[in-house]
């Protein structure tokens, strides 16, 4: 199917006269947002914290579920081609918000349990946060990256060249995330930090650090990290959890579900109390749960033993995704409740433009035909030598400080190399395909200001995998599916350059 794809979407794009002139329209669209001129509408202008000197915390959730009334039109699930027609909600998807502030530096951070949202949505929540009063590129909208939500991209609808996107349901996405942050931004409170990061090594799993690597070669990110904020109470307020897997345990059917980040969240949230908020890390390349034989738990977070020994579930299923879920927030909330209390973190945040080139022929393809959901004015055009014929997709590459945690952001799926290094290798692919030598990387992790460093993948963007320059064979060897859908050549090498000088 992946071969299929490629061949007809290169096809369609050779098809395609570009003409910008035809094209301006392509993927907008305007909603109905909370307006700042409503009578109720809030100002945040008006409800900044004090400027004490106290860093500032809060938490919010949303429930964004497709019903009849949100999504009249059929769901189309996103993740994998071909389109699965969605047949229920198993469990409910949210929108999950973290707002930090401290004087008038602030962020706020929003993770969807949805596959993909792109520059130009998040652009139009920005602009419509920005009117109450905070600084748009501050506001950090981001996909958990679950592969059984509704299409929010466009390409995963009933066929390869109609959208799977209901603009109703769009339209209530951007609406309930703008209500989520205002509500989120009102309850802001005093707060103190703990934070730690922990490995992940399960030895009777045949994956110990829980996660697969079905991509050579064989590198996953072997840490989750933790922050949590602590109000005067003494009550957690809002935690923050970044673990590098997708939420794909349960590709193989066709109800909605969050994935095994919804029992990470319920579970982290009975343990330590307030709101959890789950951002997805470095996953391309790929990183995954399938094969991958986890502990299980039983629905009260307990394993689950026969004759005294552990029980490991690898199949896909239900109990599967709970165990993961439960497993990863148990390590989360043993790692926090060791870690010291920082009574006054700094805290700073900084963003800075990254243009991403659009050159790859099945993207060119999607832009044009307005399959993807992207406005022609978050497409840099002008600079043609960088960003080629079509142009450059305007992303931000944010970097936030806050007491022992440093956060980068990604607008894709960045492979765990490129974060955390690897060693040179050579895999034999077989007779039919020979050898491939990968080199070294060395990654930017340990150029984080921070002890520990968070990863907030498919960030601002869904611009697809973020491939290694050396890595890239096309039909050259089985392992080529990623490069598919990248956005071009250089977009790894570009990402990783702007990231190690942000850090510097």
Not at 126 to 150: R, W, Y
Not at 257 to 263: S, V
Not at 429 to 449: I, N, Q, R
Not at 463 to 484: F, K, L, S
Request: net charge negative; hydrophobic share 40%.
């Amino acid at each position: 199917m992946r071969t299929i794809l490629l061949v007809l979407l290169v096809v369609f794009a050779s098809a395609c006269a570009f003409d910008e002139n035809d094209v301006d329209d392509a993927g907008g669209g305007a909603h109905d947002a909370v307006s700042p001129d409503d009578d109720d509408a809030p100002d945040l202008n008006g409800i900044w914290p004090p400027d004490d000197g106290r860093l500032y915390a809060a938490a919010g959730a949303a429930i964004i579920s497709p019903n009849s009334a949100n999504h009249p039109e059929p769901v189309y699930l996103g993740g994998i081609w071909p389109a699965r027609a969605g047949e229920g909600v198993h469990d409910d998807l949210e929108a999950r918000a973290i707002a930090i502030a401290k004087g008038r530096e602030h962020v706020v951070y929003v993770a969807l349990d949805v596959t993909g949202f792109t520059l130009s949505r998040i652009r139009d929540i920005q602009g419509a946060l920005g009117e109450f009063g905070l600084d748009p590129d501050h506001v950090l909208i981001a996909s958990t990256h679950t592969h059984e939500a509704p299409d929010l991209v466009g390409v995963y609808g009933p066929n390869l060249l109609d959208s799977g996107v209901s603009p109703t349901y769009m339209r209530f996405i951007q609406d309930t995330v703008e209500q989520l942050v205002i509500d989120t931004w009102s309850r802001l409170e005093p707060v103190t930090m703990r934070a730690a990061s922990a490995e992940v090594n399960e030895p009777g799993s045949n994956e110990p650090t829980l996660i697969a690597d079905i991509r050579e070669p064989d590198v996953t990110v072997s840490t989750l990290s933790v922050a949590s904020f602590v109000g005067e109470t003494g009550d957690t307020v809002a935690t923050l959890l970044n673990w590098h897997s997708h939420p794909e345990v349960m590709i193989g059917q066709n109800m909605v579900t969050a994935d095994f980040p919804r029992w990470a969240r319920t579970r982290l949230e009975s343990r330590l109390g307030g709101g959890v908020v789950y951002a997805t890390g470095a996953v391309g390349g790929l990183s995954t749960p399938t094969g991958v034989a986890v502990p299980a738990r039983d629905e009260d977070g307990d394993p689950v033993l026969d004759g005294g020994e552990p029980v490991y579930l690898q199949e896909p299923g239900w109990d599967k995704a709970r165990s993961l879920g439960y497993v990863i927030a148990d390590i989360a909330a043993d790692a926090i409740e060791t870690a010291g209390d920082d009574a006054n973190p700094d805290f700073s945040v900084r963003v800075e433009p990254l243009k991403i080139p659009v050159r790859n022929p099945i993207m060119m393809a999607a832009f044009v035909a307005g399959l993807v959901e992207y406005d022609w004015d978050d497409v840099v055009r002008g600079d043609r030598a960088f960003c080629g014929p079509l142009g450059c997709a305007d992303e931000r590459l944010a970097l936030v400080r806050v007491g022992a945690v440093a956060l980068i952001s990604s607008p894709g799926e960045t492979f765990p190399e490129t974060m955390v290094g690897r060693e040179a290798s050579v895999v034999d692919f077989g007779e039919e395909w020979g050898e491939t030598a990968f080199p070294a990387m060395d990654g930017f992790a340990h150029l984080s200001p921070a002890p520990i460093l968070m990863h907030l993948g498919l960030c601002g963007d869904a611009i697809g995998y973020m491939v290694p320059a050396a890595d890239r064979h096309p039909m050259g060897h089985p392992d080529h599916y990623e490069e598919d859908l990248d956005f071009s050549l250089d977009t790894e090498q570009i990402y990783a350059s702007a990231v190690r000088a942000i850090l510097q």
